[in-house]
């Protein structure tokens, strides 16, 4: 029987101690590249990851889909792209989220910055002729983004969880077990940069000053999409704003931003026909009015002949060209 059980013992313990030792050697192998690097994770916790991640595209793109909605969709070039970058995140978040996958994670992490890096070039130069102005929604959607890229490199770059069981191909290549073994250093790399970006985005917000008033000068008329509309001295499309009065603008603000209030004591040029006036805005400035409407340029219109602003429903409410070929009252 002794005999036996040694016999046995050695029959069946060459057919397994190989397979243990080269996962051992494997698992050591890990913890000798990962020295520096992010830590293993488990099944669970990637997918704790993996939802964050995909949760977090999925807000971003949503900001940026109300963004396009109501009223980003009418700019040039700026207007599609917006279009892209929402139905890109909602594909990458289903992604990330039904794929544990580094690429995929690694997508999600480079789109997200990638976006951002798109926002803050608008903020500081423009993009397409379009200047980015300060917003709330677009301080949310950048620290969301910048999250989304710590989240998902996270997952992108981390290791594999050190108990995890590696096949024989896998312990004999030493390729799949450094890709197993994540980068060296990337946790720190991951954290500098995400706290450089929040930086960056931070200066970047406070240097991004609402555009200034325009003063109004002489008003003008414009022939655009067949109809006769006002214009400021630099030949840019005047709006109204339905839920103004003709003694207050209901638009200060993130709305101002968006829409400049045109400033000063207006005077007729040709074609003028209505009735100038002004009133003084909450902040002690005088607006300009025509017909009772108190006088707005918008942003997306980036150059004279454009009505971009034309019926949008933004910032509160409709917003309609002036149009001089008709008696605008309040």
Partial sequence: MGTDSVATGTVGGPSRR?????????????????????????????????????????????????LYLTGYRTIPTIGWLFLVQVITAFLLAAAVLALDSRIVAAAGAGFAAATLGGYLLSVWAGLFGFTEVRTTAGITAGIIEVAAF???????????AQHQRFGSAAASNALLVRLAAGVPGAGWA?????????????????????????????LKTARIAG??????????????????TPST????????????????TPAAGPGVTGRLGTIARSDGVTQ??????PLYTYVGDTRPGQANGNNLNLNGGLWHEVAVSRTLEP
């Fill in 18 to 66: 190989p397979g243990r030792e080269r996962r051992r050697r494997a698992n050591g192998s890990l913890g000798v590249l990962t020295g520096g690097s992010l830590r293993g994770f488990n099944r669970a916790q990637r997918l704790g990851l993996r939802v964050t991640g995909a949760g977090l595209l999925a807000a971003t793109g949503t900001i940026h889909l109300n």
């Fill in 150 to 160: 710590a989240t998902l490199a996270v997952v992108a770059l981390a290791p594999a």
């Fill in 190 to 218: 991951v954290a500098v940069a995400s706290v450089a970006v929040l930086v960056v985005l931070g200066v970047s917000e406070a240097q991004a000053d609402s555009p200034p008033p325009a003063a109004v000068g002489s």
């Fill in 227 to 244: 109809v006769t509309v006002l214009t400021n001295a630099g030949g840019f499309t005047l709006y109204w704003f339905a839920p103004d």
């Fill in 249 to 264: 603008s209901n638009c200060d603000g993130s709305c101002a931003a968006y829409w400049p209030p045109v400033t000063g």
């Fill in 288 to 293: 300009a009015t025509y017909n009772g409407h």
